[in-house]
């Protein structure tokens, strides 16, 4: 929860400066209405640089840091006000902080009241029926926080939009110019990768099929609309088992959680659950050395085997594994670790979609470590086993082969290697059957 600015192009000579807000797992980007030469930011301090005599810059500071304040006292109004904000009032007021002429609690919004023909304040229905449960999942059940706090996210995006055109967009107006424009401004204003802007896109498809729902609008008009969620395959890496074993070998920490963070993250490459899953993982629930959960993110009841190494982990500890940081915070400890390992400081190349143009981004492995590393290294070291993918999705919980196969990060020439151990081993059982 606080506030940090940054600028919307950073490698450009001039550029605005923007301010996110990050509050209850919710992160809203705003345009300060200010912009700097790109020479006079500090890039560490994420800030200003501060010059004796430069009235320029000074005026630029003292702005910023008054909006940091406001924001700041908005944030706790929300948090702990007597009546505390709702988050649509909250976006209000930090808009209305940066004096947009969209939130002036005019002809379309005010503080008590959200015109639900206007597409954003439909959004805000459609988030509270979610978090009530009168919009369920297609299981019928309440959904996952994630879950909305993806579609708080999209409907943050939109209000920025809305800013940036000086324009409101409403359900019954919403046209297919509109949804290119959007499109536009997520991959070239934001430079959204594919992948993140087909979540937006899937998330805004359901605000209008939700819409439909209510009679909001004909369903005729959804028809008429195209939301492009194409998605594409990332060249993520995963852990061989030997670089697995050598990530275990390492004693040289700098911090205890450091160590902790390590030994968890290993037991998420031998059991291929989520994060959210052995992060937090429950050795008292072990029976028979196997392991029952039901998967957070799915709800999906799995039976996972207890693989030598993570006896070995959970006897370290003597059955009651260490707390571990939240997902951002272990991201950035375990590429710490594995920078210690001279395999991990080898060049990967990834292809990915930026600004619609296949682009490589050339950098150390360990930069690309992250919590589901785990689970693609796990899914990724049985296949290239040989264990039937149908035994792997059964641990792993994937439902269809489709998904689970998007887990598989191997190379060609290990695809090439494992056909030719195929064909050596068959040349022994032949010439055994010749033998007999």
């Known amino acids: 929860?606080?506030?940090?600015?940054?600028?919307?192009?950073?490698?450009?000579?001039?550029?605005?400066?923007?301010?996110?807000?990050?509050?209850?797992?919710?992160?809203?980007?705003?345009?300060?209405?200010?912009?700097?030469?790109?020479?006079?930011?500090?890039?560490?301090?994420?800030?200003?640089?501060?010059?004796v005599g430069k009235t320029t810059t000074s005026r630029i500071i003292i702005r910023l840091k008054e909006l940091e304040v406001a924001m700041l006292d908005a944030i706790d109004e929300y948090k702990n006000g007597k009546p505390k904000l709702s988050f649509l009032?909250?976006?209000?007021?930090?808009?209305?902080?940066?004096?947009?002429?969209?939130?002036?609690?005019?002809?379309?919004?005010?503080?008590?009241?959200?015109?639900?023909?206007?597409?954003?304040?439909?959004?805000?229905?459609?988030?509270?029926?979610?978090?009530?449960?009168?919009?369920?999942?297609?299981?019928?059940?309440?959904?996952?926080?994630?879950?909305?706090?993806?579609?708080?996210?999209?409907?943050?995006?939109?209000?920025?939009?809305?800013?940036?055109w000086n324009k409101n967009?409403?359900?019954?107006?919403?046209?297919?110019?509109?949804?290119?424009?959007?499109?536009?401004?997520?991959?070239?204003?934001e430079e959204y990768a594919m992948n993140t802007h087909a979540k937006v896109m899937m998330d805004l498809m359901q605000f209008f099929k939700y819409a439909v729902k209510l009679k909001k609008i004909v369903p005729a008009r959804i028809l008429e609309l195209e939301f492009d969620t194409r998605r594409e395959d990332t060249d993520s890496i995963y852990l061989t088992e030997t670089e697995i074993l050598e990530l275990l070998e390492i004693t040289d920490f700098v911090a205890p959680v450091h160590e902790h963070v390590r030994d968890i993250f290993v037991i998420g490459c031998f059991t291929g659950m989520r994060f959210s899953d052995y992060s937090v993982i429950d050795p008292t629930t072990i029976r028979n050395n196997r392991l029952e959960i039901v998967q957070k993110k799915t709800g999906n009841k799995v039976t996972i085997p207890i693989h030598p190494v993570v006896v070995k982990i959970l006897k370290k500890y003597n059955y009651s594994l260490p707390q571990v940081p939240p997902n951002n915070e272990f991201n950035r400890i375990i590429k710490l670790v594995g920078e210690k390992l001279p395999s991990l400081r080898t060049p990967f190349t990834k292809q990915?979609?930026?600004?619609?143009?296949?682009?490589?981004?050339?950098?150390?492995?360990?930069?690309?470590l992250q919590t589901h590393t785990a689970r693609r290294s796990f899914c990724s070291n049985e296949y290239l086993k040989g264990t039937d993918p149908m035994v792997i999705m059964a641990i792993s919980g994937h439902k269809s082969h489709k998904s689970f196969m998007r887990y598989i990060k191997v190379s060609s020439e290990q695809f090439a290697d494992k056909l030719e151990q195929i064909w050596a081993e068959r040349q022994i059982n032949n010439n055994k059957i010749k033998e007999k």
């Open 1 to 51: 929860m606080g506030v940090s600015f940054s600028l919307a192009r950073p490698n450009a000579i001039r550029s605005s400066i923007r301010v996110k807000v990050s509050v209850s797992g919710v992160s809203i980007f705003l345009y300060t209405g200010c912009s700097i030469e790109t020479c006079h930011w500090d890039k560490k301090k994420c800030f200003v640089r501060s010059y």
């Open 89 to 164: 009032q909250l976006n209000q007021k930090l808009q209305s902080l940066i004096d947009n002429p969209l939130t002036k609690y005019n002809k379309n919004v005010t503080l008590g009241f959200v015109n639900q023909d206007e597409l954003s304040g439909f959004a805000d229905l459609f988030i509270a029926d979610c978090e009530t449960g009168v919009r369920l999942s297609p299981k019928r059940q309440k959904l996952k926080p994630s879950s909305i706090s993806s579609y708080r996210t999209t409907q943050s995006l939109i209000n920025e939009f809305q800013s940036r």
């Open 169 to 189: 967009l409403y359900l019954n107006e919403f046209s297919q110019k509109d949804i290119d424009r959007f499109s536009d401004f997520l991959i070239i204003d």
């Open 352 to 368: 990915i979609t930026y600004g619609r143009e296949l682009k490589e981004l050339v950098d150390l492995k360990f930069t690309y």
